[in-house]
Structures are given as structure tokens and as C-alpha cells.
């Protein structure tokens, strides 16, 4: 079969709306020995394009889906891909066969019923490496234990003995930590502490860092040092229990490839495709081009470098945008080929426009884009007469207000209805709109800042939205708004499992178990509160919530006979038993989508715990073990959370209720798209404040850009990096950032922001608003005589 033969395949089989254009057609159509480099702008169908590229080696090159692995950036796109391979694949294959009289020669029709559509390679690049690995055990090796985000970032603390490296190191070492926070402030929480270490503990794997050269005489040895330490007590703790933090697990499969140690699952790789190419990082490409070199795989790699959001995490743009040159080095052979897909199937016109005009705005960007630069986007969507939309006021509580109106107009009284502004109304979709169909999406979706020298949080703009839809009858879904220990419920449950094993006595208001654990100060605070609130929810009484069964004060004091005295049935009971036990009196838990998502958080970690937690997460009858055992919950599942050290991750989260406003960081609706998304561009920003001017308008490296300066001359890739200054970067990010949250729409895109920043004189200049790093801004222009209050170029329609 010819690709030309493929394509029409699809159509007949899929329909035509899956009939490639020509730039996906010369994607699918490319040499399968010159390895392909596929630029894809936003909404052109990359997915597609790599799942037809995938079955046309199956259908056309005769490579067995087996030999076949595809890598993409998170779990949900790995699933994804693998539900659209094998929706597309099997009736394709079925097609096939089907036709008896097609001109298909034996050998060709006995190759494809060998095919079994069920059995590509897909996955993130950590879980396939998990399972490479876990088939190619030696004699006497033993099974590597792949420890979660939660288990592993309680290891480093714990075993890296993060908080006592700080109580011993004092200020020097939490000022250099401070070096990469978002504000440039020293931490000050262990969970803020451990977060910080994270990064620099995985960049030591993940960059190849040259370790005595990162604790060479000069600037911050001493805590440099310590952070190598710390380091060292944690690999080597994971090392003496066979576990593997998500960076070891790569890099111990590098380490296999370049000894000759090819699993079995990748020993007879055909093809290799790799999505979301732009955030890989050195030690990820190191693995790919290993993986190409040694098996002689096809290699395709698919992304786009004006949506790489992931330097925090390792990834390094510039891997995508001099892939060429390095694969030719590293692979030999025939240079690698640069295809483009630029048609928008996605957004309006009006939509298309903006973000052409925004990706292109500042000069000094070009240079950092793949060369020859992606041409502009095209749109292939029609107008729907809604121009690109703005709503700028003078505080948060004025947009929170307007922001909740237009949604209720929207969604809940039947459209927002054209005016002098808005010639074309907005309307929910006939087919059954709801609030599911839109998003608010911002840097931080924080509901509150976090308080300063003892005074409390502040109100920020997620929160006030919330609270204005609320009247309106309206809920919001942003289970990362705060902090798990802040959540009144989670903190109500979590007090009560403390009344329950280690029931506060008078004049002992921790409980004498929790007295005496290692905890932080903070942790013990945070613990008093919980409590607090548990015994004000006791002291209402709250009745059985079945007939003659028990109350909830039955409960608690049930398990506190357990744990005081050892009394009831059973031998040993899961600290989820405990907790499960208490959840009745806590609807919450059952009817709202929030709830649930930290009710599985908790549950996460007290599952996670195992991996370092010497009594599993359980409760044990028998003395010592069941003083011991408690104390272990405390210590290894209550006071991480506590100290912040238990994230909502994101693989945890459901789909978005239809009937809720969904609030995402930037970061988690990449790869999203919605009918009508909320940008949050400037609601933080009434004045050119220093603290926040890293997240709009840089005036010196971010913290990212720091440490990757920082690094420069202890890894390989420093040079690379360092080709651009610090500020550059730093710059760069933002605009990427903005641009996948500015590409997200397909029929609305508002943005919501505080009026000073648009107007004419304004001083606080902001990336999202075109300013470019000259500190020029073509929204506004000069003007003799009288001057408008507002900018005059302004390519948004404000509300």
C-alpha cells in the first residue's frame, strides 16, 4: 500500500473530515528513514497527525504496532492516543481484510493479520521506562519500586534531612533557596523548603550535573554543599530500599541503554515517535537519540516551541529548536527533515489574529523560535462576530462582580445580548451549553495571598469569583485554590482522626503522642487547628446519620478506646478505616466534586506512605507497635499534609462538572480547549510593584533562568542554555505562557485585568498587554497635544 493508497483508506473507513491537508499529508508522507521534526502550531491537529503517522507504518512500512512506542507529556494524552489508535486502527484493519477481491498480494494480507491494533507502545516516557525495566531484570535483581510525587518528596525531606540542615545552616541556607522562589523569598514552611530542594536535586540528575564541580569554592559553597548532601542521603536512602524517584528511574534506564542493557520491550524498536518534543529535557533526549541509535528506529518527534511551559521542570526549548543539527550529529545518516502545520481547526478568525499579532509582537522573540520561524497560524474556523474581549476594572471586587454577571447572562439567562460593544451576542450552544464549556485560566488560581508577618491572607480574584457566583446560584470547581490543610473540611476530618488516636487530654492540648513526635512548628500549629475545629463540630452533637446507629461522639470514642487501651475487635486497621469511619457527618465528602478530589488526596497519601512509613499506614493493637503505629500515622500522613508537602496532583482530578466554572492554572489547560476561556492577565497588579513583576514584566532573571545560570558550567547542556541571557529567557517564558492560554478558545477569549494597566500612561507594563522588552508598547502611540486616558491601538473590545 502507497501513503497516497493510506489516505484514501482513511477516508473511506473515517469519513472525510479525517482526509489530510496538504501539510498533514506531507507529515504522513514523509521518508520513514529521515528522522522528522513536525513544528505544529495550536489546534492543527498534531494528535491526529501522530496517530495516522503511527498506523501508516503499521499499514504501509509493514512495522508490527509492537515495535511501534509513542511518548507523550502526561497520562491522559498517553490515554488518549492509545483510545484513538485503536478507534481509528481497528476498522481500518477490518477494512482491509474485509476486502477479498482488493488487490492485496499474500504476503501483505498474511502480515496483516499478524497486526494486533491492542499492542503499540504508549505511554509517558516514565512509565515505559518502569516497564522496560521491570522485564529486564538480571539474576538476583530485584524488582525496582517506582515511588509517586507525594512518597518521594516526603523521602527527600525526611531522609535528606532537609529541616535540620536548615535549623543547623540558619539564614545563609534558606537565602539561597530563596534564590529560586517565585518571589526571590526565603522559604519559610518545610513544604516551601522541600519544593525548592526538588528542583535542584532533580536538575542534578536530570542536566548531568557534574557534582564536584557544583561544589567548587565560590559563591554559596556552604549551602551548595548541603544541597549535594542532602541529595546524597536521599539517593543513597533510595538506593538501600530499591526504589526510584521518577529522574532515577530515567536516568538508571539511560544507564542500561549505554551499556548495552536494551530491555526487551524497546530491543526490536521499528518506529519512535515522541510528542510534546519541547519539553523534553537533556536526559530525556539523551534517551531518545539512545534508544534511535541502537535499534535504528524511525524517529519522529512532534511539538511546538511557542507552547514550552515546562523549564521549571527540566525541559530545554532549545533540544526542539536545534533538533536537526543534533540529531545529525548524534545520529549520522540523512538530515533530519522541518515540516509545519499551521492550520487552526480550533479558533475564529478574531481568536487566530490575536495570537498571530501576539506571538510576533516582540522582535527580540524571533530569535528564540525554530528557524525558519512557524509561519502564521491560519484560521479555518468562521467568524462568529465576537471580537476578542477585555474586562479591565479598578479593583477585584468590581471585575469579581461584572465577571459572575456575564456568566450568569451567559450561561444561566440565555446569552449576553449584543450592545453598542458586541455586535453579535454570546450564547450557550443550543446542543446543551453549560459553565463546563468555559474556564478561567491565570498564572496562579491561589484564592487567597498568603499573609506577611502575621497579617492574614487577601481576597484574590478566584476567591471573589467564587463568592459572587455563589450568590448567583453558581459553582465554581478549583480544587487547587488553597492548600489542603486550609480546606475547613479536610481540616474537620483530619482533627477528628487526631481526636481518635491521640485524643487531646487537659493540659496537654496536642495529645501526648503528638507531644512527643518530631514534628515542625508549624505542623503542630496547623494540628491545634485542626483539632479546634473537629471538637466545635463535636459540640454540636450531630446525631446518628442512620437509625439506632452511632453517633459521631460514639464513634470517636470507639477508636479512642482502640487506641488508648486496645480494645474492640481486630488485630491492625488501615488509617483510611479511621478516617472513612468519621466521613458520614461530612457530606461534603460525598456530594461535592471538590471534596472528592482532597478526599482522594488524603487517601493518596495515606496509600503512598507505605512506600517509607515502617507500619504501612496501619493502626496495630498491640503495644508498642500500636503507639508506635500511631505515632508513624501522625508523623508520615497527617503532618506532611500539615506542612504543605500534599499537593492536588493533577491525575487525580475528574472531568469538570457541566454545571461548574472550571478555574486551571495555564499550565494544567495546556492541551485543552474550551467554547469561551477567561484569561487573567492583571488582577494582581494595581501598581509596578518589585514582588510581582516577575510574572509580567521581568526586571531580572526568574528563578528558573537563575538556576539554569547557575548551572551553566557543571553540565553539558550550560552552554546551550546560555546562549540567551538570563533576562531573554525569562522574557521568552512569559510569552509562551500567555500564548497557550491566548490559543485555548474556539469561539471566545476575554480578558480580565485591572484598568491601570491599560491606561495611557501606565507604568506597569505586562507581557500579556504586547509590551515588548525594549519597554515599547503598541497599544499606545505618541500624541501631540491632549492625550487619551485609555490606549488607542487596543486589538481587544472592551466590556
Known amino acids: 500500500m502507497t501513503v497516497d493508497g493510506f489516505v484514501e483508506l482513511v477516508v473511506r473507513v473515517l469519513g472525510a473530515t479525517r482526509r489530510p491537508n496538504p501539510e498533514q499529508h506531507a507529515c504522513l508522507a514523509c521518508n520513514p528513514a529521515v528522522p522528522l521534526l513536525i513544528a505544529a502550531g495550536p489546534g492543527s491537529g498534531k494528535t491526529a497527525v501522530l496517530i495516522l503517522r503511527a498506523l501508516r507504518h503499521v499499514l504501509v512500512d509493514r512495522v508490527l504496532p509492537e515495535r511501534i512506542m509513542i511518548t507523550t507529556f502526561t497520562r491522559k494524552a498517553a490515554k488518549e492516543i492509545r483510545t484513538r489508535l485503536i478507534e481509528w486502527g481497528t476498522p481500518l484493519l477490518e477494512a482491509l481484510l474485509a476486502d477479498r477481491a482488493g488487490p492485496l498480494d ?23 521506562c518502569e516497564e522496560a525495566l521491570s522485564g529486564a531484570r538480571g539474576p538476583g535483581e530485584r524488582l525496582p519500586v517506582l515511588v509517586e510525587a507525594f512518597a518521594a518528596n516526603q523521602l527527600l525531606a525526611r531522609r535528606g534531612e532537609i529541616y535540620k540542615t536548615a535549623e543547623r545552616l540558619g539564614q545563609p541556607f534558606l537565602d539561597y533557596l530563596g534564590l529560586y522562589t517565585n518571589t526571590g523569598d526565603p522559604p519559610e514552611t518545610l513544604g516551601d523548603m522541600t519544593r525548592v ?26 549551602a551548595r554543599q548541603a544541597v549535594h548532601d542532602i541529595f546524597k542521603r536521599y539517593t543513597e536512602s533510595l538506593r538501600s530500599s530499591h526504589q526510584m524517584d521518577f529522574p532515577t528511574l530515567e536516568r538508571v534506564f539511560l544507564e542500561r541503554l549505554r551499556a548495552d542493557r536494551v530491555p526487551d520491550l524497546v530491543s526490536h524498536l521499528g518506529v519512535l515517535l515522541v510528542d510534546e518534543y519541547q519539553d523534553t529535557n537533556p536526559l530525556q533526549e539523551h534517551i531518545y537519540l539512545e534508544l534511535a541509535r541502537r535499534t ?28 536537526q543539527a543534533r540529531v545529525a550529529n548524534a545520529l549520522g545518516g540523512p538530515a533530519p527533515r522541518l515540516l509545519y502545520l499551521t492550520d487552526n481547526y480550533r479558533s475564529t478568525p478574531e481568536i487566530v489574529s490575536f495570537l498571530n499579532g501576539f506571538i510576533q509582537n516582540d522582535p527580540d522573540f524571533a530569535s528564540a523560535r525554530i528557524q525558519p520561524p512557524k509561519p502564521m497560524i491560519r484560521a479555518n474556523q468562521p467568524s462568529g462576530g465576537v471580537p476578542v474581549l477585555g474586562m479591565f476594572r479598578n479593583n477585584a471586587e468590581e471585575r469579581a462582580v461584572d465577571l459572575a454577571d456575564f456568566l450568569n447572562q451567559v450561561f444561566r439567562q440565555g446569552g449576553r445580548p449584543a ?3 458586541l455586535a ?7 446542543h446543551g451549553g453549560d459553565l463546563g464549556d468555559a474556564v478561567f485560566l491565570s498564572h496562579t488560581v491561589s484564592e487567597f495571598r498568603r499573609g506577611f508577618r502575621g497579617t492574614p491572607p487577601s481576597e484574590r480574584l478566584p476567591w471573589l469569583l467564587r463568592q459572587n457566583l455563589e450568590k448567583q446560584g453558581i459553582l465554581c470547581f478549583n480544587p487547587r485554590g488553597r492548600a489542603l490543610k486550609d480546606i475547613p473540611e479536610v481540616g474537620r476530618a483530619l482533627g477528628l482522626v487526631l481526636e481518635c488516636l491521640d485524643a487531646a487530654e487537659p493540659g496537654n492540648e496536642q495529645g501526648r503522642i503528638v507531644a512527643d513526635t518530631p514534628l515542625t512548628h508549624a505542623a503542630r500549629s496547623v494540628f491545634l487547628r485542626w483539632r479546634q475545629d473537629a ?43 479511621v478516617l472513612y469511619n468519621l466521613l458520614p457527618w461530612m457530606p461534603a465528602f460525598q456530594d461535592d466534586p471538590e471534596h472528592q478530589v482532597y478526599l482522594e488526596a488524603v487517601s493518596r497519601a495515606a496509600a503512598q506512605a507505605t512506600a517509607f512509613s ?21 508523623q508520615d500522613v497527617l503532618a506532611p499534609i500539615a506542612d504543605d508537602l500534599v499537593e492536588v496532583d493533577e491525575d487525580i482530578m475528574p472531568s469538570v462538572p457541566r454545571g461548574r466554572l472550571n478555574l486551571m492554572t495555564i499550565h494544567q489547560a495546556k492541551g485543552l480547549e474550551f467554547p469561551l476561556v477567561i484569561v487573567d492577565i492583571a488582577s494582581d497588579f494595581l501598581s509596578n510593584h518589585p514582588k510581582q513583576r516577575f510574572r509580567r514584566f521581568p526586571d531580572e532573571p526568574s528563578p528558573v533562568t537563575r538556576l539554569e545560570d547557575d548551572l551553566a558550567s557543571c553540565t553539558p547542556i550550560g552552554p546551550l542554555r546560555t546562549a540567551r541571557t538570563a533576562i531573554q529567557r525569562s522574557f521568552e517564558d512569559l510569552i509562551r505562557l500567555y500564548y497557550v492560554a491566548y490559543s485555548r478558545p474556539q469561539s471566545v477569549l476575554l480578558l480580565v485585568g485591572c484598568l491601570p494597566c491599560l491606561r495611557y500612561n501606565t507604568t506597569i507594563p505586562h507581557v500579556a498587554t504586547f509590551w515588548r522588552r525594549d519597554g515599547t508598547w503598541p497599544w499606545r502611540k505618541p500624541l501631540s497635544g491632549q492625550r487619551p486616558s485609555m490606549a488607542d491601538h487596543l486589538p481587544i473590545t472592551l466590556l
Open 197 to 222: 530542594v526538588r528542583m535542584l536535586v532533580d536538575r542534578l540528575v536530570q542536566d548531568e550535573v557534574d557534582l564536584a564541580e557544583y561544589v567548587k569554592p565560590g559563591p554559596h559553597q556552604a
Open 424 to 430: 453579535e451576542p454570546i450564547r450557550p450552544s443550543p
Open 614 to 634: 515502617r507500619h504501612r499506614s496501619l493502626i496495630f493493637r498491640e503495644e508498642p507497635h500500636r503507639t508506635r503505629s500511631i505515632r508513624a500515622v501522625i
Open 419 to 421: 450592545d453598542a460593544r
Open 106 to 128: 499474500a504476503d501483505y494480507r498474511a502480515f496483516l493479520r499478524q497486526v494486533d491494533i491492542n499492542r503499540f507502545v504508549t505511554g509517558t516516557l516514565d512509565s515505559l
Open 296 to 323: 535504528g528506529a524511525a524517529l519522529t518527534v512532534v511539538g511546538d516551541d511557542d507552547q514550552s511551559l515546562y523549564r521549571f521542570r527540566g525541559a530545554t526549548i532549545e533540544l526542539f529548536r536545534d533538533f
Open 535 to 577: 471538637r466545635a463540630l463535636l459540640a454540636t452533637l450531630p446525631p446518628a446519620v442512620i437509625p439506632r446507629g452511632e453517633s459521631l461522639q460514639e464513634v470517636v470514642a470507639r477508636w479512642q478506646r482502640f487506641a488508648r487501651h486496645g480494645q474492640g475487635v481486630g488485630t491492625e486497621w488501615p488509617l483510611l478505616d
